[in-house]
């Protein structure tokens, strides 16, 4: 038996500026995603805190930006530090209308110059025999650094998801050439959203003329049964990415 559609967005906000850094658009971007009701939303490059940022933008919130953005629609959180600074730190983040049974974030940086992570929860939806595991991801700009990534998520994956366990891995893969498909397909039996519903991924960067697919939900244990990619107004004033939606369904 089907469960309701689990709705799935997944964003990365550049820190809450448009394009170019020329608008602070933190307070469309919650008003955006509110007006989506999404179950899960996925964010990449979000500040956790920022004190010059903060002392120089009105605007700028008293929380960190995950808890402004979930507000009262997301009562569950998760946040995971990717780059640490003097003025504070950023990285990815998952709201969830549904409790974390566990979380996790797990640094397979490269090299110090870069830190990434991977910031792995399990939710608990009602009626649900198992959890769903939600992987947050933004890797490396390098092709070296991905494949080291790549190589620790499938680690990560085979050690603490067993197969019969729903999940879904979204974020920005700064993937153009391809080379996460094979990986992800082969090694993991995971699927990608557009690629399975339209033929091919969604182009998603830059957000005023798309042309790389860099952004992606993949998922085993569920079927994907709509996909879009939120381009138009107001999407295209409030970030460099496209954010994508889908909706799965799942079998109790």
């Given at each position: 038996?089907?469960?309701?559609?689990?709705?799935?967005?997944?964003?990365?906000?550049?820190?809450?500026?448009?394009?170019?850094?020329?608008?602070?658009?933190?307070?469309?971007?919650r008003e955006s995603l509110r007006r989506i009701d999404a179950d899960l939303v996925f964010l990449q490059e979000i500040h956790g805190e920022h004190q010059y940022k903060k002392s120089i933008i009105d605007e700028w919130p008293d929380e960190a930006q995950f808890e402004f953005l979930a507000d009262e629609l997301?009562?569950?959180?998760?946040?995971?530090?990717?780059?640490?600074?003097?003025?504070?730190?950023?990285?990815?983040?998952?709201?969830?209308?549904?409790?974390?049974v566990f979380w996790e974030n797990i640094d397979v940086s490269v090299h110090r110059f870069a830190n990434r992570s991977l910031l792995h929860g399990v939710i608990q939806l009602p009626g649900l025999s198992t959890g769903i595991h939600v992987i947050c991801v933004h890797?490396?700009?390098?092709?070296?650094?991905?494949?080291?990534?790549?190589?620790?998520?499938?680690?990560?994956?085979?050690?603490?998801?067993?197969?019969?366990?729903?999940?879904?891995?979204?974020?920005?893969?700064?993937?153009?050439?391809?080379?996460?498909?094979?990986?992800?397909?082969?090694?993991?039996?995971?699927?990608?959203?557009?690629?399975?519903?339209?033929?091919?991924?969604?182009?998603?960067?830059?957000?005023?003329?798309p042309m790389l697919p860099v952004d992606r939900m993949y998922y085993r244990g569920m079927a994907p049964e709509v996909c879009?990619?939120?381009?138009?107004s107001p999407w295209k004033r409030l970030s460099d990415h496209v954010p994508l939606y889908t909706e799965f369904s799942l079998t109790l």
């Open positions: 038996m089907k469960v309701p559609f689990l709705k799935v967005i997944t964003y990365n906000i550049h820190k809450g500026f448009s394009s170019g850094n020329l608008r602070f658009t933190l307070h469309r971007i997301w009562p569950h959180h998760i946040y995971g530090k990717n780059a640490i600074y003097e003025d504070g730190h950023h990285g990815n983040a998952i709201l969830s209308k549904y409790p974390f890797l490396g700009l390098l092709g070296y650094e991905r494949r080291e990534q790549l190589r620790k998520l499938s680690q990560r994956i085979k050690s603490h998801v067993p197969h019969d366990e729903p999940l879904i891995i979204a974020g920005d893969f700064n993937d153009w050439l391809g080379q996460v498909e094979k990986h992800l397909k082969m090694d993991l039996g995971l699927d990608e959203v557009f690629r399975s519903l339209t033929g091919r991924h969604a182009r998603t960067f830059p957000i005023w003329l879009r990619k939120l381009q138009k």
